[in-house]
């Protein structure tokens, strides 16, 4: 969707450095986004992965193919989330008699949430505690059945990032994007992008292999 810029505090993170080893999900996300269809994707995977990385990447990607994009940090607060929501939604334009509709939300909102308002956001995940989502909202129904928040009608992409990667919790509409560690070049390229001057591509494909490829780790070790 065009429409204005989203303010500082609804902005994706920036992406501190290159993000190596994601080119087909990338893809994947640039696709999605650009296209007409509504959705709901969901990059999964445990902590450190690049799932953030991954959705703040693909964020910038759509913004530069004009779409608007919304990011909203969700903690555990269904309050602090439909207030946000509803924020996008003003921004978006969505008729007051609707986003009442979506507020007092639930089974009789139907397809009127504000996932149907042709709304592109990022709902990271940021509890790191507790691996299922809850108190998403509104109401207490489980966030597959789709009548709170989240869900996939509407002219927009929804892309939630996760460490929850149970397809039963994100319902049969979801598209999942399980992450999976990098390989050996990747990895290395991670390790260079941090210390280019601490060994040669084949050691640092070398090392980052030994290492797991889990970017989190790689990014320390390269430090
Ligand atoms: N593909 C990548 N290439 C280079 N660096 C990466 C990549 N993916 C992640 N990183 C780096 O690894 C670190 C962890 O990434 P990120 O925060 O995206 O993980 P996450 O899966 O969202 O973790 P969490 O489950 O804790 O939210 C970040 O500092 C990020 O810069
Ligand atoms: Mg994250």
Known sequence: ????????SYRAPAVQAPVCGR???????????????????VVCGTGGLGKTTLAAQAARQAETQGRAVFWVR??????????????????????ETRLHDAQNGRARSGRRGVGATGLSAGVG??????????????????VGSY??????????????TT??????????RAHLVPLEPLAADPSG??????APAAGTTEEAAALGERLGG???????AGR
């Not at 893809?27 to 296209?35: H, K, Y």
């Not at 995940?125 to 489980?142: A, F, I, T, V």
């Not at 928040?149 to 892309?159: E, I, N, S, T």
């Open 163 to 172: 460490r929850d990667t149970a397809p039963t919790t994100w319902g049969p």
């Open 189 to 194: 390229a991670v390790l260079r992008d941090a």
């Open 214 to 220: 889990l970017p989190l780790a790689l990014e320390t």
């Open 23 to 41: 080119d087909s999900q990338l893809a994947d996300l640039q696709t999605l986004a650009a296209g007409r269809d509504d959705g709901l994707v």
């Open 74 to 95: 969700w903690q555990d607060d269904a309050a602090r989330l439909a207030h946000d929501l509803t924020r996008i939604a003003q921004e978006l334009g969505l008729p």
């Open 125 to 142: 995940d940021r509890d790191r505690q507790r691996r299922h989502p809850r108190n998403l909202g509104p109401g207490s129904e489980p």
């Open 147 to 160: 009548r709170g928040w989240v869900r996939p009608d509407g002219a927009g992409l929804l892309l939630v």
């Open 1 to 8: 969707m065009r429409a204005a810029a989203a303010r500082p």
